[in-house]
């Protein structure tokens, strides 16, 4: 179960692009859904395309982390991992 506080700044989550709150808003607000950055959330699809200039940077840096980070090793495990290095 949420605690108060985080159940307080879940519903006052806002859309990046026009502001409006998870409060005032009927349906849930979305995570980017080329990054899905959590921490970036929108109403709707314009309201996606109308920050994404603002977005666009961030988001590809964070899937291109992933990337690497999550990359399958080719042949052994040793040397590998950004973690471990």
């Not at 879940?10 to 959590?38: H, Q, R």
């Not at 309201?47 to 999550?70: G, M, S, T, Y």
Request: net charge negative; hydrophobic share 35%; proline share 5%.
């Amino acid at each position: 179960m949420m605690s108060n506080d985080l159940q307080a700044e879940a519903d006052y989550m806002c859309c990046a692009s026009c502001g409006i709150t998870k409060a005032e808003f009927e349906y849930e607000l979305v995570p980017c859904w080329v990054c899905n950055f959590y921490l970036v959330r929108y109403c709707s699809e314009k309201c996606h395309e109308d920050h994404w200039p603002q977005h666009e940077a961030l988001c590809k840096e964070r899937v291109l982390r992933n990337e690497i980070l999550f990359r399958q090793p080719e042949s052994t495990h040793l040397g590998d991992c950004p973690i471990c290095l």
